[in-house]
Every structure is written in C-alpha cells, then in structure tokens.
C-alpha cells in the first residue's frame, strides 16, 4: 500500500521551531519528486516547498523562504521540513505530497497525500 | 507568482446534476492543471492531471479540459459521495498556486 505518513507537529512559541517528518512506503521513494502543502483552519490548500528526487532542485513559497528547509533521506525513505523562526500564520495542516513525476521542473501532479500534522503557532 | 481563479466558489446541486466548475490562470500553463477533491477531515485527492487525464481510480464521470488560461471541471451524474470541495493547481511554475476552492454542496 502507497502511504505517506507525518509526524513532528505541535504547538511551539512564536520564533521558535519544529522538524517535521514523512515516512514513506509503497512506491519507490528516490525516484520521485516531493513536496510540503499546507492548510490553515478551515482555508484553501498553499504549497509551501518541493524537491526533486535527486536534491539537485529545491524551490519555496515566498512566505516561508529563508525560515522552512525541505530535505530528504532517501536511504530512510523519508521526507523532512525544518521549520525556524516560526510565526502564528504559519499555523496549518501539513500535508506531505508525493509528485508524480521525478523532477520539479518535469511539473507533475500531487498524486499521494499524507493524513497531515498540524503545527499551531501561540504564546 | 501565478494567480488562479476559480469560479464559482460554491454551488448548490442535486444527485443526477451535471455540474462545471472552471478555473482560470493569471497567464498561460499549457496544460499543466491538476483537479484535487477535499471532503471534510480528509487529505486531497488527485483527480485530474494534466487538464484532462483522468488519475487511476478516478470514476468516469469526472473529466477535466482545457489549455491556455482557461480550464474546466466537469461532473455528470453527480453522486452522494461527489459532495466536496474541488481546488484546481498549476505547476507550470513555483510557486505551485491553488484555487481558492469550489464547494458542491447539497441541494
């Protein structure tokens, strides 16, 4: 069974910071694309990050440049975003996507979803 | 960054309806729009990819189309389980935009 499932959510103070992960399983995770999607309550869906199977491309959404570092482990079969410095709009469902193309720039669809993790931003 | 406009935002309808829900770039993607499908408390799920390819296990019923700048969702035959929010996405370029949503609701 293709399953994406996330962990490391949480409420953290604004500034600080979290770690999330992915756990993949089902499909071969190094020959694919993967991204980061969030959702704040009851909102619409925002891309926060993507990489492709290699790491040789890494993109970002504005909002979250220079805070949030997506990585990946593929001997783990495992997604990561760091999150620093966080804000409280930055509170969100974090979903990890599977991509079903290999690159960023071959501009694939978002084919495998995780359940998410939220992350709640508040003093 | 690529601006997408869907419309309507939600929508009343019957089971049997057929039902459009259109989506529109700020410029020109090609076809590289996907449609997701969002029931409450539950992740997306891809159903059209590439404007018009229907993804794996995704009922007939369901068609996408389009190029360009303009593009279309189409449900014939609206069933109980097709009651939802549908979001159109483009990856032509990062950042990945979404459409702020369609919710189809009961009528």
């Known amino acids: 069974e293709v399953q994406l499932v996330e962990s490391g959510g949480g409420l953290v103070q604004p500034g600080g910071s979290l770690r999330l992960s992915c756990a993949a399983s089902?499909?071969?995770?190094?020959?694919?694309?993967m991204h980061w999607v969030r959702q704040a309550p009851g909102k619409g869906l925002e891309w926060v990050s993507g990489?492709?199977?290699?790491?040789?491309?890494?993109a970002y959404a504005d909002s979250v440049e220079g805070r949030f570092t997506i990585s990946r482990d593929d001997a783990k079969s495992s997604l990561f975003l760091q999150m620093d410095s966080l804000r409280p709009e930055d509170t969100a469902l974090f979903y990890c996507?599977?991509?079903?193309?290999?690159?960023?720039?071959?501009?694939?669809?978002?084919?495998?979803w995780g359940q998410g993790t939220m992350v709640i931003v508040s003093s | 960054d690529i601006q997408m406009t869907q419309s309507p935002s939600s929508l009343s309808a019957s089971v049997g309806d057929r039902v459009t829900i259109t989506c529109r770039a700020s410029?020109?993607?090609?076809?590289?729009l996907h449609w997701y499908q969002q029931k409450p408390g539950k992740a997306p799920n891809l159903l059209i990819y590439?404007?018009?390819r229907l993804q794996t296990g995704v009922p007939s019923r369901f068609s996408g189309s389009g190029s360009g700048t303009d593009f279309t969702l189409t449900i014939t035959n609206l069933q109980p389980e097709d009651f939802a929010t549908y979001y159109c996405?483009?990856?032509?370029?990062?950042?990945?935009?979404f459409g702020a949503g369609t919710k189809v609701e009961i009528k």
């Open positions: 996507i599977k991509d079903n193309r290999g690159s960023l720039a071959a501009r694939g669809a978002f084919d495998i």
């Open positions: 089902g499909f071969t995770f190094d020959d694919c694309a």
């Open positions: 990489i492709s199977w290699n790491s040789g491309s890494i």
């Open positions: 410029q020109s993607i090609s076809t590289y």
């Open positions: 590439a404007a018009s």
């Open positions: 996405q483009q990856s032509y370029s990062a950042p990945r935009t």
